[in-house]
């Protein structure tokens, strides 16, 4: 209640007790006791410190998705057969840093609750910790184990075939490779299933592939025993895999943070109950004053009633004058609402006709390497015939051998047959066209699959929406997805080493996609050369260059090129909002793009970028 309120209070009271007089100290005393009982009541309903409250919220829901990023890449170390490279980012650290602030600001809002639980909170996630980096080790022991394992399957063939014309029992050398094959078969189904029956099943197998190797040429023996050391070295390494992961899948840290998130909010809501309840006194308390103060104004009334109405007047006035204000107000809000929702939806169309351009040309350029696929397996399925039809035969020799070759004209016969379909089978060097084949095939997949990561390095789906990356990889993603459109072209790469740039990675790779588009479509019918250069600028910043040798920019057209809307392309083939776009993003990360072009020679785009950017609200803006 402010001190004009007080006076009137006051005021009130002596007219009230003119008829006998009150002592000025009793109308001192009530004045001082209700403001007293307002300031009380308006300390309780106080704020309870909510920006602290939601800070420790934001703290305890990062550690809660540091816990799921572990989570994330303990179960996909453990899923994978082969080793997969997993982002080395400083958990540790964050963790850390997390704790420090979660215990300054229980310390500042005096909470019982992060008091009590931090610390078990602190030594649970410091052990997780300690787990997940011994877990690392273990599996990397366990993936080399299992990777000198299956490197037996390529290198056994090759000494069977080796041994396959001077060693006479062949069918020993069957068994060999037979049981090498059951042998990697097992290990990959114990390092799926680590159970004690896929163990004993393996090292049963060893066992086997150990009698197996009594009589066999030196090379295969050497060979099996090599097979025989990795897989003792996968049966020692796993298992402590295993327990490791046992103990990271019921370690409760997860639990914890929920935990702690919940008691924390229910102590917050008891908190905000409490601040409830003072603001329905508050609001009662000055209820009743302003009733006092309403009874004491109407027995004024009398007194400045032409005050009253001169104020009526005013107020009249006044109102009016807001009215129009407010009419006028709105009418430019709607107007600026307009505005926004129809630059939004040109954005969301030059966003949609990059993406489609992209596509397609991603389209286009897998396309390509799964025709190439197609073919080697047609081909592939063409020379099934002649193996089944060798089998067959071979089949029946052995059929004839085993029954004793009671019918020698037939035993003749039938190896002349078997013996010819080799030496055709050997001069159409069928083995050798489908080793080709099968590497042809192996090839276009890695193409297919190279044309797959990059996509997803350009649009960064599966990272954090603001991200530290290099700037030369954004680069080579955007420059795989727009093969499509520099086809024809030369393209030169001049990067350095950079630094890594704080920034959000799929929109920088949306302002290179942009230029680079941009370079290609201004170079004139034929060959062109585009060159892109990387370069540190200064000690906190990063230069991107993008040159190209077309038609070049008009001195009159140049300061127009990052206005909205304006395009020199024909009509329908351009939004004017590609330039816009990147210039918009550039300057949100706290950087800058400058245009150099000049008629006939060419243009170049120079992106400068911030190591460290703004606020992330503002990236995100």
Not at 50 to 58: A, G
Not at 245 to 257: E, M, N, Q
Not at 562 to 584: E, M, Q, R
Request: aromatic share 6%; charged share 20%; proline share 5%.
């Amino acid at each position: 209640m402010s001190a004009p309120g007080l006076s009137t209070i006051t005021a009130a009271l002596r007219r009230l007790t003119a008829a006998k007089p009150v002592p000025g100290s009793l109308v001192a005393a009530i004045a001082v006791v209700l403001a007293v009982t307002l300031g009380f009541l308006y300390y309780k309903t106080q704020g309870t410190g909510l920006k602290r409250h939601n800070e420790v919220l934001t703290l305890l829901r990062e550690l809660k998705k540091i816990d799921a990023r572990w989570d994330v890449e303990v179960f996909r170390a453990r899923g994978e057969l082969r080793a997969i490279p997993v982002p080395s980012a400083d958990y540790r650290t964050a963790v850390a840093r997390i704790q420090q602030d979660l215990a300054a600001t229980a310390r500042e809002i005096a909470s019982p609750v992060l008091q009590h639980g931090l610390p078990d909170l602190r030594s649970t996630l410091v052990q997780k910790a300690d787990l997940i980096e011994k877990f690392k080790k273990a599996n990397a022991a366990t993936k080399q184990a299992l990777g000198e394992v299956m490197r037996s399957e390529t290198e056994f063939p090759g000494l069977v075939r080796g041994a396959w014309q001077d060693f006479r029992d062949r069918e020993r050398l069957v068994a060999a490779e037979s049981a090498v094959v059951q042998v990697l078969a097992q290990s990959q189904r114990y390092y799926l299933f680590p159970a004690n029956a896929q163990r004993k099943n393996l090292e049963s197998l060893i066992a086997d592939l150990q009698a197996s190797a009594t009589r066999l040429p030196p090379a295969l023996a050497n060979g099996l025993a090599r097979l025989e050391g990795h897989v003792q070295q996968l049966l020692g390494a796993l298992p402590i895999e295993q327990t490791l992961f046992a103990k990271l899948a019921f370690l409760p840290a997860g639990p914890r943070i929920d935990s702690l998130t919940d008691a924390f909010s229910g102590e917050l809501a008891t908190q905000l109950e409490s601040r409830e309840i003072y603001r329905v006194y508050l609001v009662a308390f000055a209820g009743a004053l302003l009733i006092l103060i309403a009874y004491l104004v109407a027995r004024l009334a009398a007194s400045y009633r032409l005050l009253n109405a001169a104020n009526a007047a005013l107020h009249a006035a006044n109102e009016g004058l807001e009215r129009r204000v407010a009419e006028r107000t709105q009418e430019l809000s709607d107007a600026l609402e307009q505005l926004k929702e129809s630059e939004m939806q040109l954005i969301q169309t030059e966003k949609m006709s990059s993406l489609g351009q992209m596509v397609a040309g991603v389209a286009h350029e897998i396309n390509t390497p799964l025709a190439y696929v197609k073919n080697s397996v047609g081909v592939m399925r063409s020379k099934l015939p002649e193996l089944t039809q060798l089998l067959y035969e071979t089949t029946k020799l052995l059929a004839l051998l085993r029954a004793g070759a009671k019918d020698p004209d037939q035993l003749s016969q039938q190896f002349a047959l078997t013996q010819d379909l080799i030496r055709q089978f050997r001069e159409h060097r069928v083995l050798d066209e489908l080793q080709e084949l099968v590497k042809d095939g192996l090839h276009g997949v890695e193409q297919i699959t190279d044309i797959v990561t990059n996509l997803r390095n350009f649009a960064r789906l599966d990272r954090s929406r603001v991200a530290t990356v290099n700037l030369n990889d954004g680069l080579n993603s955007t420059l795989l997805l727009a093969k499509h459109e520099l086809k024809g072209h030369t393209v030169n790469k001049q990067f350095t080493d950079l630094p890594g740039v704080t920034c959000s990675p799929s929109q920088i790779n949306q302002v290179f996609l942009n230029l680079i588009n941009n370079a290609a479509q201004s170079i004139e019918p034929g060959p062109g050369v585009i060159t892109l250069t990387t370069r540190r600028e200064g000690p906190d910043h990063v230069a991107v260059e993008v040159q190209d040798n077309g038609k070049g920019i008009p001195p009159e057209v140049l300061p127009k090129i990052f206005d909205p809307f304006f395009t020199t392309k024909d009509v329908g083939k351009g939004t004017g909002l590609g330039l816009s776009i990147a210039y918009k993003i550039v300057e949100q990360h706290g950087g800058t793009l400058n245009v150099d072009s000049a008629v006939g020679v060419g243009t170049k785009f120079t992106v400068v970028l911030p190591l460290t950017p703004p606020a992330p609200a503002e990236l995100a803006a």
